[in-house]
């Protein structure tokens, strides 16, 4: 072999060896929503909330998902509120009335913070009952 | 060794030596530390907390703190049947967590005028949990005066 033959090889060899090219490709970063279930047992004309802490800003949803007397489901109002934890309680921002549903029946635009849900028996519920409550956040 | 082996040996040995600096030379560079010193402002909002702590119970109270500032918790006072004023009882400060008050600061402590309990916080929503630390024989009334700002 030449000597500029073998100059022209090492010289290839150098300059692919100097490559900064060494990037890794990635995949876009998506948040997954969290979710959070909050179960209990409510007597009647009681409240309940739960408390939860939010990493990163944007929309909760809140769903009451089952409301059951032993194992039945049941069709009894309640009132689903989504608010700040404040005193004894959960001061609500947003409420609704309702019955269960698998769709979100309260929206809440929110920052970073701590937030919490509420469920309250306004109508009299006729005995206590087991309920599960969805939320839906950042 | 040959000429050309011999010059070749020299390029490769200054490729290898050089060729792989990828650094551009740069200006030397100042750092200025600038330090921001951020005053806790004092307490400027009060709440008293009253409820009845039952045995091996314990109970919250949530606030907002408004701005960068100094908390003070103080359980001023403990009474009922049964329950000698110098009972003592367990007082914590956290953030309110699902059902609870998950404290980060704690202390047992008999009543007075405080504060037993104090920090400085962030913005943010924190809640203050007495409990009884196996010391009750029967339900206490208690009052707990928070001051943040």
Redesign the interface.
């Known amino acids: 072999m030449?000597?500029i033959r073998?100059?022209a090889l090492?010289?290839v060899f150098?300059a692919i060896?100097?490559s900064?090219a060494a990037e890794t490709l990635t995949s876009p970063t998506t948040t997954e929503p969290a979710t959070i279930l909050?179960s209990?047992t409510l007597q009647p004309r009681a409240t309940?909330?739960?408390?939860?802490?939010l990493t990163t800003g944007g929309s909760v949803t809140a769903m009451l998902a089952s409301l059951e007397r032993g194992s039945t489901p049941m069709p009894n109002t309640l009132e689903l509120g989504l608010g700040?934890?404040?005193?004894?309680g959960c001061a609500v921002v947003t409420s609704a009335k309702t019955t269960t549903s698998l769709v979100p029946q309260l929206r809440q635009d929110a920052a970073i913070?701590?937030y919490?849900v509420r469920i309250s028996d306004t109508e009299g519920l006729p005995a206590a009952m087991n309920f599960t409550i969805r939320v839906i956040h950042p | 060794m040959k000429?050309?082996?011999r010059?070749?040996s020299l390029?490769?040995t200054l490729?290898?030596t050089f060729?792989?600096r990828?650094d551009t030379p740069t200006s030397p560079t100042t750092t200025t530390t600038t330090t921001t010193t951020t005053t806790a402002a004092s307490p400027i909002y009060s709440?008293e907390?009253i409820?009845i702590l039952s045995v091996s119970g314990s109970?919250?109270?949530?606030?907002?703190v408004t701005q960068y500032g100094t908390v003070n918790i103080s359980l001023t006072s403990v009474s009922g049947a049964f329950v000698p004023s110098t009972v003592t009882l367990g007082l914590g400060l956290g953030?309110?967590?699902?059902?609870g008050c998950s404290t980060t600061s704690n202390v047992s402590t008999q009543s007075g005028a405080g504060p037993q309990l104090t920090g400085v916080y962030n913005p943010?929503?924190y809640?203050v949990k007495v409990s009884d630390v196996g010391n009750l024989y029967a339900a206490a009334r208690f009052a707990v005066t928070v001051a943040y700002p």
């Open positions: 030449s000597a073998l100059m090492i010289t150098a060896g100097c900064d909050f209990g309940r909330f739960y408390s939860y802490t700040v934890p404040a005193g004894t913070g701590t919490c | 000429p050309a082996a010059i070749c390029i490769l490729l290898t060729g792989c990828g709440e907390f409820d109970v919250f109270y949530s606030f907002t953030t309110p967590e699902a059902e943010g929503v809640c």
